[in-house]
T-cell receptor
Framework: KNEVEQSPQNLTAQEGEFITINCSYS?????LHWLQQHPGGGIVSLFM???GKKKHGRLIATINIQEKHSSLHITASHPRDSAVYIC???????????FGTGTRLTIIP | GAVVSQHPSWVICKSGTSVKIECRSL??????MFWYRQFPKQSLMLMAT?????????EQGVEKDKFLINHASLTLSTLTVTSAHPEDSSFYIC???????????FGPGTRLTVL
């Protein structure tokens, strides 16, 4: 079993739909990252969370430390949101990130 | 915002040659840089952790003599793939930890193709 599991692996939705991507992890962490990778490969860091909830524009990230679970939400989705979204955790006391396998999101106009 | 650059963005080389990839933090000092490799449709795999002025720490299964890492300054780390083979073809990504923060900033990646 991977230390970081994401679901779904693939998600296709219509423009405007509310999107939820989930991440579960099995180790104690000091922080969780949500990353976005576009087809060209470049990675953008969306959020870093250690508790609670963060919001940036149409993106919302939440984390429940007790349940070892985080969600990334996209409101009013747009075709430009199409990308791979990756959850990564930093173990307690460490610097290294452990990555989930990613969720490929496709938003259809 | 913090920016990390990589050079080159893509490179094609012949089998047996060596390729150097640079990772620079453009507007901040990075005490620690990380090198990742990503094969198609797979997640990022950490290859090594690079600290300025000291030897890199390699992950299990990564050959330190094949993937040479030099962290020469607080803004530059280089990865040299020595005697490259077609199986080394991959997408190589670096990231940098901004000093005194917990945030990792990722470079745009370098696509290596070994013929």
């Amino acid at each position: 079993k991977n230390e970081v599991e994401q679901s779904p692996q693939n998600l296709t939705a219509q423009e405007g739909e509310f999107i939820t991507i989930n991440c579960s992890y099995s180790v104690g962490i000091s922080a969780l990252h949500w990353l976005q990778q576009h087809p060209g490969g470049g990675i953008v860091s969306l959020f870093m969370l250690s508790s609670g909830k963060k919001k940036h524009g149409r993106l919302i990230a939440t984390i429940n430390i007790q349940e070892k679970h985080s969600s990334l939400h996209i409101t009013a989705s747009h075709p430009r949101d199409s990308a791979v979204y990756i959850c990564a955790v930093r173990s307690s006391g460490g610097e290294k990130l452990t990555f989930g396998t990613g969720t490929r999101l496709t938003i259809i106009p | 915002g913090a920016v990390v650059s990589q050079h080159p963005s893509w490179v094609i080389c012949k089998s047996g040659t060596s390729v150097k990839i640079e990772c620079r933090s453009l507007d901040f000092q990075a005490t620690t840089m990380f090198w990742y490799r990503q094969f198609p449709k797979q997640s990022l795999m950490l290859m090594a952790t690079s600290n300025e002025g000291s030897k890199a720490t390699y992950e299990q299964g990564v050959e330190k003599d094949k993937f040479l890492i030099n962290h020469a300054s607080l803004t530059l780390s280089t990865l040299t793939v020595t005697s490259a083979h077609p199986e080394d073809s991959s997408f190589y990504i670096c990231s940098a930890n901004r000093a005194s923060t917990d945030t990792q900033y990722f470079g745009p990646g370098t696509r290596l193709t070994v013929l």
